[in-house]
């Protein structure tokens, strides 16, 4: 597998820390399934590290909710990781514990991308772990639009696809596109409708120099707006059109959901997956 240009038709499905619910947690090896199983394209997922090294699959900052722990995976050594359960939507314990990394890696090679999620917390050690899977070619990696992060990027993984994370304007590919790193796209967010990296003129260019542009729908804060209100909630309970429709029509060649089956299910609708 090797990512790259989506070709403009076809919009590629990410599965925001794969698919959960019920007593599926996200993050989990389950999830990641489910997700496969609902047509996505991308498995996204987030990175902790152990105290003695060992990489997770895990959102920082976020153990008192999905594993009802008040100590950070951060502060653990992976022999504590190990003995955690995660927890399902009713906040009950399940069977599953934490996977690390490497464990997530193999159960996905082959079988879809991967979206990296922290990278900027370790990229030395996830970058390594990529490379000695050997699967350079099926990841991607994403930081914010600063110099430390560019420089982390040119230093750790300019063998790894790369995309920036920028708001409401791009002033950075044309930069990006110079240096030495994988430069693959960018992960357009904006609070607008008419802010400049929505615009179907930008995404088109975009293309044309052969790179990609990632839209979120989904929404874990509803103060933080994401993609100007064209969300997951107004997609799956309100009209489609509106959200995923109203992406897609932009020209966004990804998109990131939480309902992975009923994207690929409207996307298929419209001709669009």
């Not at 076809?10 to 019920?22: L, N, V």
């Not at 088109?204 to 990609?212: A, C, S, T, V, Y």
């Not at 729908?217 to 100007?228: E, S």
């Not at 209100?229 to 799956?236: A, F």
């Amino acid at each position: 597998m090797r990512f790259g240009n989506t070709g403009g038709s076809r919009i590629m499905i990410a599965a925001h820390r794969g698919a959960s619910g019920g007593n599926i947690p996200c993050n989990s090896m389950y999830a990641f399934q489910a997700a496969l199983n609902m047509g996505a394209d991308i498995i996204e997922l987030d990175v902790s590290r152990s105290t003695d090294g060992e990489l997770y699959v895990f959102h920082p900052g976020m153990e008192r909710i999905f594993l009802k722990s008040d100590k950070l995976i951060s502060q653990m050594h992976s022999s504590e990781v190990d003995r955690l359960r995660l927890v399902n939507q009713d906040t009950l314990f399940t069977e599953w514990g934490v996977p690390r990394l490497r464990e997530a890696f193999e159960f996905i090679k082959g079988r879809a991308y991967i979206n990296i999620d922290k990278f900027w917390t370790c990229p030395g050690d996830i970058s390594k772990i990529v490379r000695e899977m050997g699967m350079q070619d099926q990841v991607l990696i994403k930081t914010d639009a600063d110099e430390k992060a560019f420089k982390d990027v040119e230093e750790v993984a300019s063998d790894l696809p790369y995309m920036v994370i920028a708001w409401e304007k791009d002033d950075f590919s044309e930069m990006l596109l110079k240096r030495n790193m994988r430069y693959v796209g960018v992960e357009a967010l904006f609070k607008t409708d008419d802010a400049p990296i929505c615009q179907r003129e930008y995404t088109e260019q975009l293309n044309k120099n052969g790179l990609i542009a990632w839209a979120n729908a989904i929404l874990f804060n509803y103060k933080t707006v994401l993609a100007a209100g064209h969300s997951d909630d107004v997609s799956v309970s309100v009209n489609p059109f509106l959200g995923w429709g109203w992406l897609a029509d932009r020209g966004f060649n990804i998109i990131q959901t939480d309902w992975p089956l009923a994207l690929k299910l409207y996307l298929e609708k419209i001709g669009k997956h």
